[in-house]
């Protein structure tokens, strides 16, 4: 009985043994690695740069005042559509300037001088008016005796070349009388009051030199200008470009005869080209205060103007220039991605278990990467891969 009672206890002792046992090698041994993971597909890729840009048109005509001049109230608004040689503007002669008490006090003063400089003028001319008279009844006289042989032929010259000098003299005084009456003129002109001219001056009417919309207005009231100054912008809203700043490294990859696709401009996207890379680059402070070197890319909007009709000037919008394109390619996601070696490789998986792939990757994008080999369509490999796995470990996918 007591041999019985033994065996039993011996038995029991053995169980828990065995329990605990593997009890300590579930606990102990390696645990399958929880993984997202994603199927390798296969379709188009495409590579590009994307950055900001902003719409303006390739002509662009600004309408300014040819002289200083008083522009009438402008009819014209933005937006209003104009032909080649339609009247924009109207311009009359500005008016004359204030004149205070002190100036008036002055330009009086000046009429009064200018009117006893023409009185003085006259009698100038009176006088030498006589002195011609007087020059040629000597003239007459002198050669009446020298005709009867009473005087010299050197006497008779002198005489003539006297009444010469006198009928001189005249025209000299008759000149200075005129600008006499010109000064008395000129400070009579400044005690006029201020008005906006002559009833006879003909308005200067400023006329578009194209055919477009217009696109600014700076002074839309009656106001007085200075020459040069900006009267209206004027464009044609049907030949438009867009102008994206690009970082140098970038601007090396976007060559001229690049597609390009334009979105976010509030339509949807349209297609466009490069056209041309500024040779010049400049230096422009980013929003974390970074200086980057940038340069002007040019993009000619390849879409008919009805698929861009609401894309105005200065909008701002999102370029994709495309640097690579490829058809049938295999896609992975980006994600799946890591450095091994001097290469990139995956976890694929294999039933339960990650296999370490090494792959060639031919070029990404924000989120896929294009497979020249290494893997093919279908295949399962591991997304954002954790830092415990290992090739060869027990993988559980995790449902989303």
């Known amino acids: 009985m007591n041999v019985l009672k033994l065996k039993k206890t011996t038995w029991l002792w053995i169980a828990a043994g065995v329990a605990v046992l593997a009890a300590l090698a579930w606990a102990f041994s390696p645990r399958p690695v929880e993984v997202e993971t994603a199927a390798v597909k296969q379709g188009h890729f495409e590579q590009s740069i994307e950055e900001d840009g902003r719409t303006r048109l390739k002509d662009r005509y600004t309408v300014s005042a040819p002289v200083a001049a008083r522009v009438a109230r402008m009819v014209l608004r933005e937006g209003d559509p104009v032909a080649a040689g339609d009247v924009v ?18 330009a009086t003063a ?3 001088a200018a009117a006893a400089g023409v009185e003085r003028a006259s009698a100038r001319v009176a006088r030498a008016r006589i002195s011609l008279q007087e020059a040629q009844l000597e003239k007459e006289r002198t050669e009446k005796l020298a005709g009867e042989g009473f005087l010299s032929a050197s006497k008779l010259d002198a005489v003539r070349l006297a009444q010469s000098g006198a009928r001189r003299e005249l025209e000299v005084a008759d000149a200075e009388r005129e600008m006499a009456v010109q000064e008395k003129a000129q400070a009579a002109a400044v005690l006029q009051p201020a008005g906006a001219g002559s009833s006879s001056t003909r308005p200067l009417s400023v006329r578009s030199p194209v055919s477009g919309v217009v696109l600014r207005v700076p002074q839309p009231s009656e106001a007085t200008l200075a020459a ?124 339960r278990e990650a296999r370490l792939q090494p792959v060639e990757v031919g070029a990404r994008n924000n989120n896929e990467a294009w497979l020249r080999s290494g893997l093919t369509q279908g295949q399962v490999v591991v997304v954002y891969p954790p830092a415990t796995i290992r090739d060869g470990s027990k993988v559980h996918v995790r449902t989303p």
């Not at 503007?89 to 008490?101: G, I, K, N, R």
């Not at 002007?296 to 609401?310: K, Y």
């Open 89 to 106: 503007a109207v311009l009359t002669p500005v008016m004359s300037s204030m004149v205070d008490e002190r100036s008036a006090r002055e």
């Open 110 to 112: 000046r009429l009064k």
């Open 228 to 351: 040069g100054a900006a009267l209206l912008d004027i464009g044609d809203p049907q030949r438009m470009e867009v102008i994206s700043e690009l970082l140098t490294t970038d601007a090396v990859q976007a060559t001229a005869g690049r597609r390009v696709v334009i979105e976010r401009w509030g339509g949807p996207p349209v297609e466009g080209v490069v056209r041309r890379v500024e040779p010049a680059a400049f230096t422009k402070v980013s929003a974390l205060g970074i200086e980057e070197q940038r340069v002007n890319v040019q993009i000619d909007v390849s879409n008919p103007p009805q698929a861009w009709r609401s894309m105005g000037d200065g909008f701002r919008v999102s370029v994709r220039i495309i640097t690579a394109s490829v058809e049938q390619a295999v896609l992975a996601p980006l994600g799946a991605l890591f450095p091994h070696g001097k290469g990139m490789a995956v976890y694929r998986l294999d039933g």
